[in-house]
């Protein structure tokens, strides 16, 4: 079995290249020294159709998942990251703070 499939990514990213959201999640995360796995959608329609429902209808790239919970897109990281919520997402904390509930993510 290939190592990489052997491994649990605790972040998941739907991404396509040539976007600027997805661009700035990855830097976000990197910035902090955290791995992930990236599901390039671009080219799949199948992932494609995995990440919206996954994603509860949201179509938009990235969409961000954090030990299988749905963060939302780059706004919705940022937040977390901002509001010092995202220490308790990846710790898996059941009082970890819903990304929807942060804060105006309108004005990321
Ligand atoms: N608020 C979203 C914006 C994401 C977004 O607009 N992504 C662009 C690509 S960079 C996209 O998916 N555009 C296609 C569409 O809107 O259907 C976020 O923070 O991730």
Sequence with gaps: MP????????????????CGFCSAA?????????VFEEIDVGFD???RV????????????????????HV??????????RDN???AW???DPAALPSDTLGDLSEQ
Excluded: C, W
């Design 3 to 18: 190592i990489k499939s052997q491994l649990a990514f605790m972040i998941v990213l739907y991404t396509t290249k040539f």
């Design 26 to 34: 990855k830097r976000l995360l990197a910035k902090k020294g955290l």
């Design 45 to 47: 329609s199948a992932k």
């Design 50 to 69: 995995e990440m919206t429902q996954r994603a509860g209808g949201m179509r938009t790239v990235p969409q961000i998942f954090i030990h299988d919970r």
């Design 72 to 81: 939302g897109g780059y706004n919705e990281l940022a937040a977390l990251d």
């Design 85 to 87: 919520q995202l220490e």
């Design 90 to 92: 990846l710790a898996n």
